[in-house]
């Protein structure tokens, strides 16, 4: 059965698979990451709030992201996003937001959710004392948060944060409904293409293995770099 | 004169009483012991002085400005009151150096140069100049406590809080950290100590007062405290910590 499969499929797209395709699923993964982990931060502080409000709306948007599933909210976010930036701008025109775009803030406000509960941990890893000593020494809640405990906070949930990006990466091959050319996305166009469905899936699956495997190795390797000296 | 001036504080957790009626005052130049047995509510008295713990009745005054006045600049006011606590809170990710100077450049706006100059002058007084780059977690426990004290001092504080310093150390570190507190008591520094060190009481304290369930039970002169204590509670908790 072997013998009937086509392997050069692979060799003679990966250019396009590789250039197009990662490029798209890796910069859409850093972005998400990178802004999903500053809203995170932003709704853990607000989840941790004595000011119930505040606490309560942030409680809310989280509960709410990691109730549905992550197919839904791109759609939602694809389909809505055109008719909410109307109507916030006031034109009668649904406004045109790129797939790119879309996918960014779909995955930021999606992840954002789950980097907050792992932020809220980690910001109550810290005892209460750190906090004392930082408003003892007249330091506010900003500088407290930005010098004492959100240091230390991320540098306990690092671990975690990388493999919640490890997942997003994953993820990320969501946005194949939306037909863009992710890595997946740029795959399956192949695969359709030319008729190789076995053997491109059983491609994007070995890549999507050795990429995610050698991140989870580098980041064992990182908790270890990463210790406070004479803390353990 | 008043440096700090504790008047009626009460305080509530829920419907239980933790503070009340507390009512005292530390001069400038003076060193209050604050003692009595655990769950007295001494960590909570200290800690509202500079309003780490908020309070529902009463106020705090230090140097004249109100603790509890919503108008008050409270990270301004804290900046001026050095603090030390039980478990020393230096900031594990953060070199020695950096823990003196963060404060000092984040709240007082100094240059880091000079910050680190002022943290190094305090850092060279508690003896400990040649740990400046260490980590706190590569010190022991009397160390720290030494550098917190640091800490506290490189803020020019117009007083110190201590509460209960030498509680989690080692007993051959106690001392050490003592030494310093001494020191900087003969000095003439403005000190509100909570600690069951009643050597350290009897060595340099002005005035002792003695805590019971939330009440302030004697404020006393050192000798008078000692000599001649006038409540039953007061006599029994000096018992059981003296004679053994």
Redesign the interface.
Known sequence: MLASFDWDVIQRSLPYLFREGMTFTVTLTVLAMFFGIILGTLLAMMRLSSFKPLAVAAGGYVNLMRSVPLVLVIFWFYFLVPYIGAWILRQNEPIKVGAFLSSVVTFTLFEAAYYCEIMRAGIQSI?R??V??G??????YW?TMG??VL??AF?NMMPVLLTQTIILFQDTSLVYVLSITDFLGAASKIAQRDGRLVEMYLFVAVVYFIISYFLSYLVKRLQLRIA????L | MAMIEMKNVSKWYGTFQVLTNCTTSVDKGEVVVVCGPSGSGKSTLIKCVNALEPFQKGDVLVDGVSVADPKTDLPKLRSRVGMVFQHFELFPHMSVTDNLALAQIKVLGRSRGEATARGMKYLDRVGLKEHAHKYPGQLSGGQQQRVAIARGLSMDPIAMLFDEPTSALDPEMINEVLDVMVQLAQEGMTMMVVTHEMGFARKVANRVIFMDRGEIVEDAKKDDFFGKPRSERAVQFLSKILHH
């Open positions: 005892p004392g750190q004392w000593a408003y003892a020494l007249g330091l506010n500088q010098n004492v240091p230390q540098r406070v000296p004479g803390k």
